[in-house]
Structures are given as C-alpha cells and as structure tokens.
C-alpha cells in the first residue's frame, strides 16, 4: 500500500507482517489499527486522524502526527 491515498477512510486494519504504508495519506481517517508488528509508516500523512494504534516497532520517519485525537503505542519515533 506504499504511496496509496486512505484519506478520510472510516476503518483501517493492516494485519501484514512489516506492513509497508510509507508515503501512504491517512488524514482525516477514523479508525486505524495495525495488527502486525514493525510496521513501515515513513513519510505518511496522519494529520487529524483519530483512534490510531500501531504495534511494538512502528518506524515513523518523517511522519505527520499532528492534531490526532488518540495515537497509542508508540514505540519509536524520529
């Protein structure tokens, strides 16, 4: 799902072993859960999204987080 558009989507739930998202717009997207652990999210767009859990791992290079409403789990940021 590298570089794919999620904008605004209700329900997200990347179950993948190193499910790699880099690239990938969530802004605005709901519900967002990740199953697998290390999870690739470098460079993504999460700005306004709410209810985000990533797993033990979660790699967020050059990540937008801002003005999320819940972000769990994180492990490692940059």
Do not use: Q
């Not at 802004?27 to 797993?55: D, S």
């Not at 979660?58 to 490692?76: E, P, R, Y």
């Amino acid at each position: 799902m590298t570089r794919s558009d999620l904008t605004g989507a209700d329900l997200i739930f990347a179950d993948a072993a190193g499910a790699i998202l880099s690239g990938t717009e969530f802004e605005g997207a709901e519900c967002m859960g990740f199953a697998t652990e290390n999870p690739i999210l470098a460079n993504a767009n999460f700005k306004g999204a709410k209810n985000f859990y990533p797993r033990i791992g979660a790699f967020f290079h050059n990540t937008i987080l801002d003005d999320g409403d819940v972000i769990c789990g994180l492990d490692w940021l940059e």
